[in-house]
């Protein structure tokens, strides 16, 4: 029984080897034509046949004009893996003596021409003759063996690549085929394969080196992305914090418009109450009047002065009842009056001349309440969409070309016009400061250049709303506004404020006031105003200055029918005035 055992073992043990390595199979694959090998023996076999016409397989010779896949043996891979599990006691060979039936004994060598495997005792006792060929301890000892002269192989036949017998290479199909001895064709073998584990090793260092060089890009990368997160994410936070304040400046300047507005209208309902419940009362009064029967009671009324014009007094019948209320004064032009045939009662009227039209003077009394009344609800003003859509402007710092949904925004260029600087103003560069100096600039003198320290821009404003910004900080008195293109240019009625044709806003020595045809409105001494916006809505015919402060404070609007086209003015005695950026034009979304 044991025999049997030591015998399927040395079997199976047999058929796991590799028929290049001679050694068990590490990491099986197999070719196409269904023989296996190590992966490693079969890849360095490909590589020496690269170049050829055909790889073959080093058992069957069959040929494939493409370089074979390898496709992993999984049973075998098992099998070996279960076969090497319970031998754990064998040593590294795995190959025993073929003789120690009764005992598991490794063997030393293995004889070619036995065919059977040797321990140092049994190898004492063999055949020292030349036939018997020892070779290292291996299991593929029918490898070793010509296949069809059951000779040992000790020769390799360059022309074929293929170990042959002697009689193979005197009497067989390789008679008269270059050989070489089986040591000799080894070593050239694997002085090709060094040379092949050579380039390995090196495209093995080089790709070592990039998948370094890629491990540590992708580290700068991550770094690099990790950075971009931060970065991004701490914008977006910034700018989700700056809109929460912009959306509660908002929200409270439209509060406080709010409030500016409906405070004086409810005052207005509220007078209007009070009158509508005294007019309540005096008709229910006169209601009462007209329904008594006693005309005495009705005549000794002692507030019928200010019952006039009423249907009942008028169409009394007795002449002398009418003409005795003591407030007929304030009654003329009544048909009663004028149809009364007794000229004696007529001319007793004591009030004669100063009766006219009391219709038409309560109609005007009326009249001229609801003007009043209707002056002051417009005194209330309106939501300033101004200041709004301006304040709304700063989300542009936020987000550049923010639609807020009831506007679009573009940004033009706003240039001052240096045709129309008077001599001691200098223009920049780029036009949009201007400069008082105290050299003559010597401009060419023409019809559109003015006298004083004074420059309009080049461009004309006809529709639409639009507004600007000027940085005054670096001027001590200064003027900024708007004008007719007709406005004069000699004089003192030239400047901007001082004529009917121009608007503006003026600053000097913490000072400040609105100016229009002479006009000045003074404003708050303690008004920061460093910058300064001017928003026109063309329009309706408004002109607003606001000072850039925090929050934006509006100054004052200026309503007029505007009959020519306006343009942006700069006037200043002393330092200079930059047009920031350029002018806004906002129009409705269709």
């Known amino acids: 029984m044991l025999v049997e055992t030591a015998m399927a073992s040395a079997d199976l043990r047999q058929e796991l080897n590799c028929s290049i390595c001679l050694s068990i199979y590490t990491d099986p694959v197999t070719l196409r034509c269904g023989h296996n090998f190590c992966r ?29 896949a390898l496709i992993r043996n999984i049973t075998l891979c098992n099998i070996v893996g279960s076969f090497l599990s319970t031998r754990p006691d064998q040593e590294e060979t795995g190959i025993l003596c073929t003789y120690c039936v009764d005992s598991r004994v490794p063997a030393a060598k293995s004889c070619l021409m036995c065919e059977a495997s040797l321990c140092d005792n049994h190898l004492r006792l063999h055949s020292k003759s030349e ?48 050989m070489e001895s089986l040591d000799e064709a080894s070593e050239k073998k694997k002085e090709k394969l060094r ?14 080196k990039r998948v370094q060089s890629l491990q540590e890009r992708r580290r700068e990368d991550q770094g690099k992305a990790a950075g971009e997160i931060e970065t991004v994410t701490a914008l977006f936070r910034d700018i989700r914090r700056q809109l929460e304040d912009l959306e509660k400046r908002v929200l409270s300047e439209i509060s406080r418009q709010e409030q500016g507005i409906s405070l004086p209208v409810s005052d207005l309902i509220q007078q209007l109450e009070i009158k509508k419940d005294e007019l309540s009362r005096k008709m ?46 304030d009654l003329c032009d009544t048909e009663e009056l004028c149809n009364m045939s007794d000229p004696v009662t007529v001319l007793q009227e004591p009030d004669t001349g100063d009766l006219c039209d009391t219709e038409d003077t309560e109609d005007l009394c009326d009249t001229e309440d609801t003007e009043r009344h209707d002056n002051q609800v417009r005194g209330a003003g309106d939501l300033d969409v101004g200041l709004i859509s301006g304040t709304l402007h700063t989300l542009s710092d936020i987000i550049t070309g923010i639609n807020t949904g009831i506007y679009v925004q573009e940004a033009t260029a706003l240039l001052l016009a240096g045709a129309t600087a008077g001599d001691n103003i200098q223009i920049s560069g780029d036009r949009k400061t201007a400069s008082k100096s105290e050299i003559n600039q010597n401009h060419t003198v023409t019809p559109e250049s003015f006298e004083c320290n004074q420059v309009i821009s080049s461009r004309r404003f006809s529709s639409g709303r639009h ?78 200055f606001y000072s850039l402060c925090d929050p934006i404070r509006h100054l004052h609007t200026y309503t007029a029918a505007l009959t020519e086209p306006l343009h942006a003015a700069l006037w200043l ?3 200079c005035i930059t047009i920031c950026g350029g002018v806004r034009s906002w129009e409705k979304l269709p």
């Open 131 to 178: 036939e018997h060929v020892l070779c290292d301890p291996t299991t593929a000892l029918g490898n070793r063996k010509c296949s069809v002269h059951k000779k040992v192989l000790e020769y390799y036949c360059t022309e074929d690549s293929v170990c042959v017998c002697v009689s193979c290479r005197l009497d067989g199909e390789h008679r008269g085929h270059k």
């Open 467 to 544: 507004y600007w910004e000027v940085d005054v900080s670096k001027a001590v008195r200064w003027k900024v506004g708007m004008c007719y293109p007709s406005i004069g240019r000699r004089g003192y009625e030239s400047v901007i404020g001082c004529n009917n044709k121009s608007w503006g806003v003026c600053g000097w020595c913490n000072q400040y006031a609105v100016i229009h045809d002479s006009t000045e409105i003074q404003l708050p001494d303690n008004l920061p105003c460093d910058r300064v916006r001017v928003y026109l809505d063309y329009g309706a015919g408004q002109l607003s």
């Open 40 to 68: 490693v023996c079969i890849d360095h076999l490909l590589d020496t046949q690269e170049g050829s016409e055909a790889y073959t397989c080093p058992e069957c010779r069959a040929e494939c004009q493409e370089r074979p």
């Open 573 to 575: 005695a002393d330092g």
């Open 284 to 329: 229910r009064h006169i209601e009462e009047l007209c329904n008594m029967s006693d005309p005495v009671t009705v005549l000794q009324e002692p507030d019928t002065g200010d019952l006039c014009d009423t249907e009942e007094l008028c169409n009394m019948s007795d002449p002398v009842t009418v003409l005795q209320e003591p407030g007929t004064g």
């Open 195 to 208: 040379n092949v584990l050579k380039k390995l090793t090196t495209k093995r260092a080089e790709a070592e």
